[in-house]
C-alpha cells in the first residue's frame, strides 16, 4: 500500500494559533533571500577549510510500536568553508549579515521516516524520508550560541517545522561542554503524515483514524569536544526531545521521548 495522501484530510482541530500563515511567509522569504544574496556578495568569506571531519557512530530510539532502534555508521561534518557550512545534520549557505550570525539557507537531513512491516502495523503505508528546507540563522552571542530554524518539507508530507535552541559553553582541561535547550513546532500536516492514520488506512489496519494537528517538542542535549591530540577530536553528542501531546497520543508511538545520540572521531582543520 502507498503512503497516506495527508491533502485528502483535514485536522479535525485547528491548527496550535501560535503558528501564523507560515506557508504564506516561506514563499516570500525566499524571495527576499534571492535579494539578500546578491547584496551580500559585498562580504567577503575566507575560502579556506575550518571545522572537524570524521566518521561516527549515530544512535536514534525508535518511538514506532515494534520498530527496532536505529544504529548506523556515517560521516562526521562539522566544518565551514566560504559562505557553505555543515553541522552535522544541518547543511547550509550563509546570505545577509544578520546580528551576531547571517541569515542562511538551509537545509536538515532528517531520519524521521520509517516503514510498517512489522506485523503489528501492518495495513499503513511507509512513510517517506522527509527532505526539510529553508531558511534560518546561527546568532553566536556572548552569551551563547541561538539557532533558529524553519523548514518545510518538500517531500511528501508538505509539512513545516520550526526550532529555537540555545547552546552554552563551558570550558574544562582538554573538553568543552555545550549544553542545550529548545523547542521544536511540527505542524499540523507534517504530524498527521508521519503519526496520523487516515481513513483509509483504518479501514485497513487495526488503528482508528487518527488526525492530530500540530506539536511543539521540548528538547535537551549535551555536546562534548574532547581533545585527543591537536589534530584529533572525540565528538559526543546526547539529546532528549520530549514529544507533544499530538504525536504521544498517536496509535502507532509507544514512548513519551526521543533519545538520539552520537559520538565520532574528527580530525581539526584550522
Request: aromatic share 12%; with cysteine.
Amino acid at each position: 500500500m502507498s503512503s497516506p495522501d495527508n491533502d485528502a484530510f483535514e485536522p479535525a482541530v485547528n491548527i496550535v494559533p501560535h503558528v501564523f500563515a507560515f506557508r504564506h511567509l516561506f514563499g516570500g522569504l525566499c524571495a527576499m533571500l534571492l535579494i539578500g544574496t546578491a547584496l551580500a556578495e559585498a562580504e567577503e568569506f575566507k575560502q579556506q577549510l575550518v571545522g572537524d571531519i570524521g566518521l561516527g557512530g549515530y544512535y536514534t530510539r525508535s518511538i514506532i510500536r515494534g520498530n527496532r532502534n536505529e544504529f548506523s555508521a556515517l560521516p562526521y561534518l562539522d566544518f565551514e568553508y566560504g559562505r557553505t557550512f555543515a553541522r552535522v545534520d544541518t547543511l547550509g549557505i550563509k546570505t545577509l549579515k544578520l546580528g551576531y550570525g547571517h541569515l542562511e539557507l538551509v537545509g536538515r537531513i532528517s531520519q524521521d521516516g520509517f516503514s510498517m512491516t512489522v506485523p503489528g502495523l501492518q495495513g499503513l503505508g511507509k512513510r517517506e524520508t522527509p527532505v526539510p528546507v529553508g531558511i534560518g540563522t546561527l546568532q553566536t552571542t556572548p552569551l551563547g550560541g541561538v539557532m533558529v530554524n524553519a523548514f518545510h518539507d518538500v517531500n511528501r508530507s508538505r509539512g513545516d517545522l520550526f526550532e529555537v535552541i540555545y547552546g552554552g559553553e563551558l570550558d574544562l582541561p582538554r573538553v568543552t561542554l555545550y549544553p542545550l535547550v529548545g523547542a521544536e513546532y511540527m505542524s499540523g500536516k507534517y504530524v498527521r503524515y508521519y503519526y496520523g492514520i487516515s481513513p483509509l488506512e483504518a479501514a485497513s489496519s487495526q488503528y482508528a483514524a487518527y488526525q492530530p494537528a500540530g506539536a511543539v517538542n521540548g528538547l535537551i542535549g549535551l555536546i562534548a569536544d574532547i581533545r585527543l591530540t591537536d589534530e584529533y577530536y572525540l565528538n559526543c553528542n546526547v539529546r532528549r526531545k520530549w514529544l507533544g501531546d499530538a504525536i504521544q497520543f498517536s496509535p502507532i508511538v509507544n514512548q513519551r521521548y526521543l533519545d538520539t545520540g552520537y559520538i565520532a572521531l574528527s580530525y581539526r582543520f584550522r
